[in-house]
């Protein structure tokens, strides 16, 4: 995957290969729901979005974007799954069962959790680890 370097305040989040062209220093990110939009044109994450990313989410954007380096965000048949540090969440609909979506967040102002954001960001870098199976299925067996 190839991804942008946010800024020396933000850095690039661990393992995450930092790409930065010409063109990164002037195409700007306006406002905070612009960051989709601008990463599903781009295709990549350049330092503006990671920066509009970041500016909009905070450390749960940096840690989405952790996820998808890390190859943790996978989409079975039946629902997008995010393997988080102690356990797998699933995600579905832009929502998610974590316990920061039901408890810390409100949907209506916009807020998600990293798990959220982590499949809108491999969602638009085409980076789900895609699995041909049912994953109520597979949850049975964890």
């Not at 933000?10 to 960051?35: L, M, N, Q």
């Not at 952790?66 to 540090?85: L, N």
């Amino acid at each position: 995957m190839r991804v942008g370097d946010a800024t020396a305040a933000v850095g690039p989040p661990r393992g995450i290969e930092c790409v930065f062209t010409a063109t990164d220093e002037v195409a700007g990110v306006d406002s905070a729901d612009d960051w989709r939009a601008a990463l599903e044109a781009a295709g990549r994450l350049s330092p503006n979005i990671v920066q509009a990313i970041v500016d909009a989410h905070g450390d749960r954007g940096v840690t989405a974007i952790e996820a998808v380096s890390e190859r943790r965000v996978k989409r079975y048949r039946d629902f997008d799954v995010v393997v988080g540090y102690d356990d797998e969440y699933v995600v579905e609909d832009r929502g998610c069962t974590c316990k920061d979506s039901q408890y810390n967040l409100d949907p209506d102002e916009g807020e998600r959790c990293w798990h959220v954001l982590a499949v809108d960001v491999a969602e638009a870098l085409g980076e789900l680890d895609h699995h041909d199976m049912w994953y109520s299925d597979v949850r049975e067996f964890l």
